[in-house]
């Protein structure tokens, strides 16, 4: 079935340090891909989304490019800052509404 | 656009009672609305999804007679959490989808204290 599998957090970094997140997913088809960010005591909001491979999906100075022939979705960011700590989901849909979710990645980054 | 609320945001209640948790598309028309749950430091689980005027699919596990969704119109769909106990206490977050998308846009979340 399909599935989605994120790096364990948490992830610490010190505040302009270069981030990446790592996200492999298996799939039948072709999926549409997206990071999602929570904030403490919020809901999900959309990060980027990339629907077909070689796709680059980018936003806030994050950037997750669609890999098919490695069949991941990293999410990069080349200089953090604090108010970037939070928990990134990786996700994707493959010919339906429902979305498979990784576990999610805390992200605390330090001033 | 495709802003999607919830009320309350937070809720306490006593056991064996009943809450009632709204889920509102506020500039769009969802035709489909799901509902999540989501424990301290995990991920999302899907409960169930629900269409507009029919009956909610629920996920295995998920026991719909205790987790009542209504989803009356295009913008509103409920989530009745009845006779609730201390173990249903969690982080409930609803989405909706706008029609030939797949994309989901979620609510903040709602928390649901049962003391």
């Known amino acids: 079935g399909n599935s989605v599998t994120q790096m364990e957090g948490p992830v610490t970094l010190s505040e302009e340090a270069f981030l990446t997140i790592n996200c492999t997913y298996t799939?039948?088809?072709?999926?549409?891909l997206f990071w999602y960010v929570q904030y403490p005591g919020e809901g999900l909001q959309l990060l980027l989304k990339a629907t077909k491979a070689d796709d680059k999906g980018s936003n806030k100075g994050f950037e997750a490019t669609y890999r098919k022939e490695t069949t991941s979705f990293h999410l990069e960011k080349g200089s953090v800052q604090v108010s970037d700590s939070a928990v990134y989901f990786c996700a994707l849909t493959a010919g339906t509404y429902k979305y498979i979710f990784g576990t999610g990645t805390r992200l605390k980054v330090l001033a | 656009g495709a802003v999607v609320s919830q009320h309350p945001s937070r809720v306490i209640c006593k056991s064996g009672t009943s809450v009632k948790i709204e889920c509102r598309s506020l500039d769009f028309q969802a035709t489909t609305m799901f509902w999540y749950r989501q424990f301290p430091k995990q991920s999302l689980m899907l409960m169930a999804t629900s269409n507009e005027g029919s009956k909610a699919t629920y996920e295995q596990g998920v026991e719909k007679d205790k987790f009542l969704i209504n989803h009356a119109s295009l913008t509103l769909s409920t989530l009745t959490v009845t006779s609730a106990h201390p173990e249903d206490s969690s982080f409930y977050i609803c989405?909706?989808?706008?029609?030939?998308?797949?994309?989901?846009?979620f609510g903040p979340g709602t928390r649901l204290t049962v003391t």
């Open positions: 799939a039948t088809g072709y999926p549409s």
């Open positions: 989405s909706a989808t706008i029609d030939r998308t797949y994309e989901q846009y």
